[in-house]
């Protein structure tokens, strides 16, 4: 089944925060997060395993709650270069390889 | 390094008419192979996914078909295009079984069906 991603869209003045969520109705193996550009192709931003997990670069992290089957995009000081389409991927447990994606969020950054 | 090839990059075809997308994987072996579509409002919906030559698994009914003539190029087919079959049109690749590694997209395939 599709995750469910909330909100659908965003937008922000720059140098606000923003947190894109995730969740999903069965156990999750993993959680992909990937920001498309309109017109380009999806790039890959980070992927949990674990449950509790977190991880981030720059000021983009992410955290994983497997009892939970959700996980969470944090968007901190956003930048203009922030403004996409966010995916969420999940790989449920059992069917490592079959890779859904969400609706996606849309982020609009504003100067 | 690993680069994944996808053409053509826009295609126009009338209903009814067959359909051949190619996407093709260079410097990595044996990849988990993917192909998407994307709707508007709907995401990134999975329709096939391969792990090995002829090895396909759908996601999706429909009546599009997908082959793995090589180990790394993957074929998405049609014999009749149906105007529901518009869209933009994803190729990926990972490693290893599970998506436990990211996946790489091809640059897209925009299709209009006339």
């Known amino acids: 089944q599709q995750p469910v991603q909330s909100p659908q869209a965003v937008i922000l003045r720059e140098g606000e925060d923003a947190v894109i969520n995730c969740s999903s109705s069965?156990?999750?193996?993993?959680v992909h997060w990937y920001r498309q550009k309109h017109g380009e192709a999806p790039v890959f931003l980070m992927i949990?395993?674990?449950?509790?997990e977190q991880k981030g670069h720059d000021k983009i992290s992410a955290s994983f709650n497997e009892k939970k089957q959700q996980s969470s995009l944090y968007l901190t000081a956003s930048q203009l270069s922030y403004s996409g389409t966010y995916f969420c991927?999940?790989?449920?447990?059992?069917?490592?390889?079959?890779?859904?994606f969400g609706k996606g969020t849309k982020l609009s950054v504003k100067p | 390094s690993q680069t994944i090839h996808q053409w053509p990059a826009t295609l126009v075809q009338p209903v009814g008419s067959p359909l051949s997308l190619e996407c093709t994987v260079e410097g990595t072996s044996n990849p988990n192979l993917y192909w998407y579509r994307q709707a508007a409002g709907r995401g990134l919906q999975l329709l096939f996914y391969s792990v090995g030559i002829g090895q396909i698994s759908s996601e999706v009914p429909q009546n599009l078909s997908a082959s793995r003539p090589q180990d790394r190029q993957f074929i998405l087919s049609s014999k009749k295009l149906l105007l529901s079959d518009s869209g933009f049109y994803l190729c990926?690749?990972?490693?290893?079984?599970?998506?436990?590694?990211?996946?790489?997209f091809g640059q897209g395939t925009r299709l209009t069906v006339v």
């Open positions: 949990l395993l674990k449950g509790g």
């Open positions: 069965k156990a999750l193996y993993s």
């Open positions: 990926a690749w990972s490693r290893g079984m599970g998506m436990n590694t990211e996946a790489f």
């Open positions: 991927g999940t790989e449920g447990r059992g069917s490592q390889g079959n890779l859904i």
